[in-house]
Structure formats: C-alpha cells, structure tokens
C-alpha cells in the first residue's frame, strides 16, 4: 500500500505562487503516473494535470496550463505541483494521487484511474 502526503498549500494573495509537494511512501509500484487534482467546496473533484511514469509527460487542464507545472524526483518518491499566477478560482483542496497501470506517455484525467490518494493540502487565493 502506498501512503501519500501532500504539503506546501497556504493562503496567498492572487498573482503569488505556491509549490505544492507530495511524497510517496510505503510500497510505491515500480513505475506509476501520478496525478493532481482539486475539489473546490461544493464541486466534484477535477483533474489538474499529471506527469507520467517517465517523467518526461506532463498534461494540464486548460485553466492552468501556462502557469502550473509538474515535476518528480523519483528517487526521493516526490512529486511537485509549481502553481504560479494563482487566482482566486484556483482555490481548492488539492491532491495528489498514483496511476500504476497508466503507459509510458499516457495521462489519465479521470478520478477512477487513480488507486492512492493523499489526504488534501488546501490552497486559498484572496482577490
């Protein structure tokens, strides 16, 4: 089983950036894609982006591409979420979550790939 933790979400003014991080512990599969998602309060939780296993592709929903960006370490078991130009839309609990059964360059976009997920980290962008 792998245990996942996000960190790095806070209260920041719109324009700011955030580096979010999350950190895979436990019994990591050998290869896996990981994804970022948020749930904003009273929404249903949306895809962010991903990075997959070879981290060498990313994908981003359309609302953050050009200011979020995806990297891992995978021998440290990390993966980060940059977020730059936040905006107040953009607030949300934000987790991270492993995709084992994704290939090479394949990105899912849909809750149900996913099998781990962190607990949340909450990000607050004021106007």
């Known amino acids: 089983q792998v245990h996942l933790v996000e960190s790095g979400g806070g209260l920041v003014q719109a324009g700011d950036s955030l580096r979010l991080s999350c950190a895979a512990s436990g019994r990591p599969p050998e290869r896996y894609a990981m994804g970022w998602f948020r749930q904003a309060t009273g929404k249903e939780r949306e895809f962010v982006g991903g990075?997959?296993?070879?981290?060498?592709?990313?994908s981003y929903v359309d609302s953050v591409k050009g200011r979020f960006s995806i990297s891992r370490d995978y021998s440290e078991h990390m993966v980060y979420l940059q977020m730059n130009s936040l905006k107040p839309e953009d607030t949300a609990v934000y987790y991270c979550?492993?995709?084992?059964?994704?290939?090479?360059?394949?990105?899912?976009?849909?809750?149900?790939?996913?099998?781990?997920w962190g607990q949340g980290t909450q990000v607050t962008v004021s106007s």
């Open positions: 979550a492993t995709d084992p059964q994704a290939p090479a360059r394949v990105i899912r976009t849909t809750t149900y790939a996913y099998r781990d």
């Open positions: 990075i997959d296993w070879t981290g060498g592709t990313t």
